[in-house]
């Protein structure tokens, strides 16, 4: 079963969805670290690969 969820990129809080605890978090941080850019590319629509977490 696939796991989904909708994230909040100012707030970084699940607005809907499924996702397990340790996958809330990961994707979490990783939209912390990259929250400008997401905000960005939520703007324009000019859409771009991202890097993943290291």
């Given at each position: 079963m696939l796991s989904?969820?909708?994230i909040n990129i100012q707030t970084r809080e699940m607005?809907?969805?499924d996702l397990p605890a340790k996958?809330?978090?990961?994707?979490q941080e990783w939209?912390?670290?990259h929250q400008a850019e997401l905000l960005?590319?939520?703007n324009?629509?000019?859409f771009h690969q991202i890097s993943p977490l290291e």
């Open positions: 989904t969820g909708a607005l809907e969805g996958a809330l978090s990961l994707v939209t912390e670290l960005e590319i939520w324009t629509q000019k």
